[in-house]
DNA sequence: TCCCATCAATTGACCTCCTCAATCGTTGCT
DNA sequence: AGCAACGATTGAGGAGGTCAATTGATGGGA
């Protein structure tokens, strides 16, 4: 019996998103959002983890010790969700959830040495994944996109009102 | 019985984002991207219709019948998922589908009168909330944003790529 | 002419993500 | 001691997105 070769989508049907969207900072914006989030996900593939794990690791590595409701609030995260989260990152031994002496009700939550050694790793891929994805502009454009981006989070995410603009690298 | 007010979150207790996520341009895209569709889809709430209702009016709103294959090639959305959005813009009224004379396994999809001036209602809630969004910046600093955006566009959003980069308003 | 691979549209299963209410043990105020 | 609030956990539910299977239609090859 003869398989016919599949056939190829018709090459001369362009489909080409609509100018007006194209045109719209808010409509690329929403695409661009969903691809760094896409493109992340894929470099994290290898480790079985999730820009989520990475981000809670993060503030873990700032220090001073977190519970799990301050942990939630700072990354805007519902704390339900969190559970979850802390879950994975406690089997594999990255975290350890241990009770409050001083308030039983909490959970203070602390980086392993193991958590540690996968924080650094996941700042590498990070790193990796945000070069690739800047890749078309140069470092001066690149500062110039986060100094337009993070005034348009102090006022969409006040999350970030707090911190510090980007010195210049 | 005495009812105690509820208790206030420790307003001491500030919860900002980790310096390390504030200055990534990527994780700032990826929330801002989150941001921008929930205000659009706060605004568009009085209308009863989604952004993905929006952009599929804007492509048939080009001139040029569509099929729905076409349509969700153009905007990248799945085929099946396309299915329903077009049910909901039919119930309304607003698009019109029939079957192509030529090749009856086709629906051609048309605007209707009122799906025009749905479409025209839409554009204008549209500019309002993009340029409540934006209101940070300014013209030029927005101009300059739409810029650096089209050009990571081209790399991680194909259909962009065809495109006119914006002219200057 | 008949067969069959391909196609467009549709349907439905499934997974993820996020939000929300209910629960359980703990704490602090009165 | 009693009770309301708190931190963590659980589970239900909705929204979004992906994917495979189905249905009706087309067209090329034997």
Redesign the interface.
């Known amino acids: 019996m003869t398989v016919t070769p599949p056939r190829i989508d018709n090459p001369l049907?362009?489909?080409?998103?609509?100018?007006?969207?194209?045109?719209?900072?808010?409509f690329?914006?929403?695409?661009?959002?969903?691809?760094?989030?896409e493109?992340?996900m894929g470099a994290y593939e290898e480790t079985g983890l999730h820009?989520y794990h990475h981000?809670i690791l993060?503030?873990l590595g700032?220090g001073s010790p977190e519970t799990q409701g301050?942990i939630a609030?700072?990354?805007g995260y519902d704390r339900g969700q969190l559970v979850g989260l802390l879950d994975e990152l406690e089997e594999r031994g990255l975290v350890e959830r241990r009770r409050d002496p001083h308030d039983r009700r909490r959970h203070l939550v602390r980086l392993t040495p193991d958590g540690k050694r996968t924080l650094s790793r996941m700042r590498m891929i990070?790193r990796r994944?945000?070069e690739e994805?800047?890749?078309?502009?140069s470092e001066k454009?690149?500062s110039?996109?986060?100094a337009?981006?993070?005034?348009?989070?102090?006022?969409?995410?006040p999350?970030?009102?707090?911190?510090?603009p980007?010195t210049s690298k």
């Open positions: 049907r362009v489909t080409r998103l609509p100018q007006e969207l194209v045109d719209s900072p808010t690329l914006l929403k695409r661009l959002g969903y691809a760094a989030k493109q992340a820009p981000a993060i503030v700032e301050s609030d700072t990354l990070a994944s945000e994805f800047l890749d078309p502009l454009e690149r110039t996109l986060h337009l981006l993070f005034r348009l989070a102090k006022k969409h995410e999350r970030c009102a707090n911190a510090v980007r």
